[in-house]
């Protein structure tokens, strides 16, 4: 299994305050990935990184902010959680562009925000 | 925006059968094409990649490729129970970091 934890692995919040998820790899790929997962919508990309303080957003990046300071970190930042932002949190390492890399995937975050 | 369907099923079949699960995508400069399975209440795990026209076997399982159709997909051979699963296409375009995935097939194998 790909060296990929997330933390927390489980969280309930109330809508406005602020929550990190972090994501560690033991792998050293260089690009990493959040994406939320909700039924009807299967897995969108939050954001991802290409590097180390190389960030872009994904297709559903609105009230989130990311941070990656080391190889093996990468934040997913929810600024002021909302009830929309209750889902399961899915991070993903990949080694690098070539058509065959793939994507590994963390445990799983599952999010409840009150 | 750039869009992978795939029905979401479920599709039942019996045990020993041919699941045939499938995708279509929008960009055509999509150049590969993987499938994951993901068992209830888990993160999705990788069965196969795809990205030469044509088939491509492991095991029980083909992925079969057609780009001037955009059309990619995954042939269970033998299902078995432990094959009951939602199955997530993903594409990655040409040039990008990026994969988008479809919404998942839920597959049922009856025993």
């Known amino acids: 299994d790909a060296g990929i934890t997330q933390s927390p692995r489980h969280k309930v919040t109330e809508t406005g305050t602020p929550v990190t998820l972090r994501c560690h790899q033991t792998?050293?790929?260089?690009?990493m990935y959040w994406y939320r997962q909700d039924p009807g919508h299967g897995l969108r990309l939050i954001h991802y990184s290409y590097g180390v303080k190389d960030t872009d957003k994904g297709e559903v990046s609105d009230g989130y902010s990311v941070s990656r300071s080391k190889t093996e970190d990468f934040l997913l930042t929810l600024e002021s959680a909302t009830s929309s932002q209750t889902s399961v949190y899915f991070c993903a390492i990949s080694p690098g562009t070539a058509m065959y890399n793939e994507q590994f995937f963390g445990p799983g975050t599952r999010l409840t925000v009150l | 925006q750039k869009e992978v369907e795939q029905n979401s099923g479920p599709l039942s079949v019996p045990e020993g059968a041919i699941a045939s699960l499938n995708c279509t995508y929008s960009d055509r400069g999509s150049q590969s094409f993987f499938w994951y399975r993901q068992y209830s209440g888990k993160s999705p795990e990788l069965i196969m990649f795809?990205?030469?026209?044509g088939d491509k076997e492991d095991g029980r399982f083909t992925a079969q490729l057609n780009k001037a159709s955009q059309y990619v997909s995954l042939l269970i051979r033998d299902s078995q129970p432990s094959d009951s699963a939602t199955y997530l296409c993903?594409?990655?375009?040409?040039?990008?970091?990026?994969?988008?995935f479809g919404t998942g097939t839920r597959l049922k194998v009856l025993a």
């Open positions: 795809i990205y030469s026209n």
């Open positions: 993903a594409v990655r375009g040409s040039g990008t970091y990026k994969y988008i």
């Open positions: 792998e050293n790929h260089r690009y």
